[in-house]
């Protein structure tokens, strides 16, 4: 224990005493939090995104409706109406239509769905000119959501942090592992009575001591002034936070194990974290390509994003996310085991 917590503390230190790294680690993702809610203050955009379920009609048939053809329009295609409904309760979407049953649903205090509703339905009566699919032609049944709105700050905060945890564990492992071999101090380790279990171990807990406390002062320091949405549990969102950080460190130690060059080290930092913080959900995949949102399930980033939106805006409690707990928690189990099968200390 006492060689455990001397390099725990040496870590820490060699950290903190850095005040470049410490002030743009706290400073960079305040000052991306501030500026998307500046930037999106009311949920984001002009363009409309509407969500539908069912198929499309044929261009030019007599199903076929103009409003399914407007520009700026956004079409995103559920496979039933239990998650666009939920998303629409939020003004996170702003119609949803079934085109089986002819019938649209549009939230009572959204502009956007109001001007949405007068381009399908003109007569705002419950039935209008457009068409789509097996209804009667010109027909729509209307049906009012309501629910609380949620800013779009408060769904991207989650994502924020999400990547300030991969970036911190990253960074302060793997390149920090990386760097010692380079410089031969894990070699003067080697020549000591550290065990590799232990300086392991100690690279970790120092690492999830630090970013743990970094994302926590990022969400209070910007939460102090936005006020983010809170309607879960505060006890499972610090759990998922603590085990997504985790499983980033298990994944910095698996790509410093073997490497040698810091330049070698960057350039695959680089090509593990761009694909993650385009493919994770930071931004949204609604829209995109089936292969991109297949791919997104490749990354832990997508299960701690998911997870901690679920909880924040939804109020999803333990047995909601299970699923994506049990994923990460596969993960870092699965990262640490074969980042102790690799490393080596030359």
């Known amino acids: 224990m006492k060689r455990f917590w001397a390099v725990f503390v040496a870590r820490n230190i060699e950290f903190f005493r850095d005040r470049s790294t410490l002030i743009f680690n706290l400073l960079f993702p305040v000052f991306l939090i501030l500026g998307f809610a500046y930037a999106f203050p009311a949920g984001g955009g002009t363009t409309f995104k509407v969500g539908y379920v069912g198929d499309l009609p044929a261009l030019g048939s007599p199903a076929d409706a103009p409003f399914l053809h407007y520009k700026h329009i956004q079409l995103v295609q ?195 974290m761009w694909p993650m913080m385009i493919l994770s959900g930071v931004f949204s995949l609604e829209g995109t390509p089936r292969a991109m949102q297949l791919a997104s399930r490749l990354f832990p980033v997508t299960y701690y994003i998911e997870s901690s939106r679920a909880i924040m805006l939804d109020g999803a409690g333990f047995a909601q996310v299970a699923g994506d707990l049990g994923v990460l928690a596969g993960m870092t189990l699965g990262l640490l085991a074969l980042a102790a099968a690799l490393f080596k200390w030359e």
């Open 78 to 272: 559920y496979a039933n109406l239990t998650s666009p409904l939920d998303r629409l309760a939020h003004n996170q979407i702003d119609m949803v239509i079934d085109l089986g049953k002819g019938e649209y649903y549009v939230n009572e205090a959204s502009s956007n769905g109001y001007i949405l509703e007068k381009m399908l339905a003109p007569d705002s009566g419950g039935t209008g000119s457009a068409r789509a699919g097996p209804a009667p032609p010109g027909t729509f049944t209307k049906h009012l959501i309501s629910g609380t709105p949620i800013r779009y700050v408060d769904w991207f905060v989650p994502g924020v942090i999400g990547i300030n945890i991969l970036m911190g564990s990253l960074s302060g492992v793997g390149f920090v592992i990386v760097r010692y071999r380079r410089n031969g101090v894990l070699k003067r380790f080697k020549a000591t009575p550290l065990h590799a279990f232990e300086f392991v171990s100690a690279q970790v807990l120092s690492r999830f001591f630090i970013v743990a406390f970094i994302s926590a002062a990022i969400f209070a320091g910007t939460d102090a002034v936005l006020h983010f949405r809170m309607a879960g549990s505060w006890i499972l969102l610090i759990a998922v936070n603590a085990l997504a950080i985790l499983c980033m460190i298990a994944l910095g130690l698996v790509f410093s194990s073997r490497i040698k060059s810091e330049e070698v080290a960057g350039g695959i930092m680089n090509l593990i």
